[in-house]
């Protein structure tokens, strides 16, 4: 695992500067196929946006985090999803890109429902507080979500599930970090097939370490 400052990140994504995320992305990348390892994930769901900017120059595939809540979202029969994160996030085609070849509809939030999500998420979450009152907001917009027809929501932040569950959620939640990290146990503990100098592993095609 290896991270640069989540402050290193947000100085980048609030000056609109998503080639200067990529290049910390690939930096951690390239660390991490140094020392070995067979793919990689990102749980933060807002920087994603940089990841279609520096996949090509990786050293080692990406499993997407939109791809694997996509992929739950087929299997479990949802047709019409409402997109909560950040504003950075659901403004942007992380998720449109893979729900849409799947004709999975979205719906996004209201540009003031994405400012104040934005604030609870940033200012708020992160920090560790949980208000009553942001957890009565964001279950509102999901419920306006379910009145336009969404059929799932998806939890696209680390930190929305630490107040939004199925327990208190209108929509029935997809939280893509929990749903990513049992994807990513999947793809490591299928086997390796070795084919010659290189092996195959977690449909993956990779040097041999």
């Known amino acids: 695992m290896h991270t640069h400052s989540f402050a290193d990140y947000v100085h980048c994504i609030e000056r609109d500067d998503w080639s200067g995320v990529g290049e ?4 951690s990348a390239n660390k991490l196929a ?7 994930i990102c749980p933060d769901n807002t ?4 990841l279609p900017d520096i996949e090509a120059r990786s050293r080692l595939p990406w499993l997407h985090i939109a791809e694997v809540v996509a992929a739950e979202a087929v299997e479990r029969g949802f ?3 409402g997109l909560t994160g950040t504003r ?12 849409t070849p799947r004709r999975i509809e979205f719906v996004r939030p209201t540009v003031a429902e994405r400012g104040e999500i934005n604030r609870i998420i940033m200012d ?10 942001s957890i009565d907001y964001i279950q509102s917009v999901i419920g306006r979500m379910k009145d336009q027809g969404c059929d799932a929501v998806v939890l696209g932040c680390t930190e929305l599930p630490l107040i939004i569950s199925a327990a208190n959620s209108p929509l029935p939640p ?3 970090t929990r749903l990513l990290a049992r994807a990513a146990l999947r793809q490591a503990a299928q086997p390796r097939i070795r084919i010659g100098p290189r092996t195959e592993r977690n449909g993956f095609d990779e040097l041999e370490s």
């Open 88 to 99: 950075w996030l659901v403004e942007s085609e992380v998720y449109p890109g893979r729900l």
């Open 47 to 50: 920087i994603h946006r940089a």
């Open 124 to 133: 708020e979450l992160v920090g560790g507080r949980m208000e009553p009152e």
């Open 174 to 176: 997809l939280d893509s």
């Open 34 to 40: 140094t020392i070995g390892c067979a793919f990689l």
């Open 24 to 27: 910390l992305m690939l930096a």
């Open 79 to 81: 047709g019409r999803l």
